[in-house]
């Protein structure tokens, strides 16, 4: 991975990408339905990705009514390898192509996009101001910056709540989205210079899942997938005990032992200017 990537984030999502991609959630479809209204560039539209993971925000874009006929390339872009492994053999799409790249270098030309999208990733971005000119590059007059995060909602389940304090302790100071720190781009000059105010949505989206996928889900976590195996160990022994207790649970089918994973997908919207 380039230098310029986290260094939690080179090794945490380095290997045993498998895991992250089969138990992160996807993504609301309202969400998306939501970013399509706003992209006002006549289509068929050109859309790049940046951070792109093993593809889960890709894969839900590429599927979505309201964009499948609508596009005309879509260029990934993943520092991982490893992720970009996954990525490959999870999605085909004559539309698409995947290449290592970064949120201040992606290689594509001036104005070429119509819609530039970060899902899950610009938390990890180390130059807000880089970032922004990069951004503002490659965009289209009028097109769309969308960075797009689902998190767990604390606030909905004492059980999520434990379930969050449980691993934030293993964060190592890792810009986390929660914190925040990456609303600090909206006061660069090279954000100001060349897009209007960011919009805020926020939907809220709860999963169905399992004590296996809550567990499971939180290991693969770029702070927690680095842990020692025995560290690991006693990590999902507490959180297994956390589930099981479940503190305000909702179940879907307790026979089962499926229940409602409370989450929020939070969408910021940046237009470049005309």
């Excluded at 895991?19 to 339905?33: G, I």
């Excluded at 085909?92 to 970060?118: C, H, K, P």
């Excluded at 914190?179 to 909206?186: D, P």
Aim: glycine share 6%.
């Amino acid at each position: 991975m380039s230098p310029s990537v986290h260094s939690i984030a080179q090794s945490g999502f380095g290997v045993g990408n498998e895991l992250y991609d089969r138990v992160r959630p996807s993504y609301e479809p309202s969400a998306l339905s939501y970013i399509r209204k706003a992209v006002i560039t006549p289509s068929p539209l050109n859309v790049v990705e940046i951070g792109s993971g093993t593809g889960i925000f890709t894969r839900a874009f590429l599927a979505h009514p309201d964009w499948a006929a609508d596009i005309k390339q879509l260029k990934a872009f993943e520092p991982s390898e490893g992720m970009r492994e996954v990525f490959s053999k999870t999605i085909s799409d004559d539309r698409l192509t995947i290449g290592d790249g970064t949120f201040q270098q992606t290689g594509i030309e001036d104005r070429w996009a119509d819609l530039v999208v970060v899902a899950q990733a610009f938390h990890w971005c180390p130059d807000f101001s880089s970032a922004s000119a990069e951004f503002g590059r490659i965009l289209k007059p009028g097109g769309v910056l969308a960075m797009i995060w689902n998190l767990e909602d604390r606030q909905a389940a004492g059980w999520v709540a434990q379930v969050r304090d449980r691993i934030e302790v293993y964060e190592q100071g890792s810009p986390q989205y929660r914190l925040g720190r990456w609303r600090a781009t909206f006061e660069t000059a090279s954000y100001r210079e060349v897009f209007e105010s960011p919009e805020e949505q926020t939907w809220s989206a709860p999963r169905p899942a399992t004590l296996d996928v809550v567990v499971d889900r939180a290991c693969s976590k770029s702070y927690m997938a680095i842990l020692s195996a025995e560290e690991k160990a006693k990590v999902r022994r507490d959180l297994a005990a956390i589930v099981e207790k479940g503190d305000d649970k909702v179940w879907i089918n307790e026979r089962e032992g499926s229940f409602e994973y409370p989450y929020n997908t939070d969408l910021v919207l940046c237009r470049r200017k005309i």
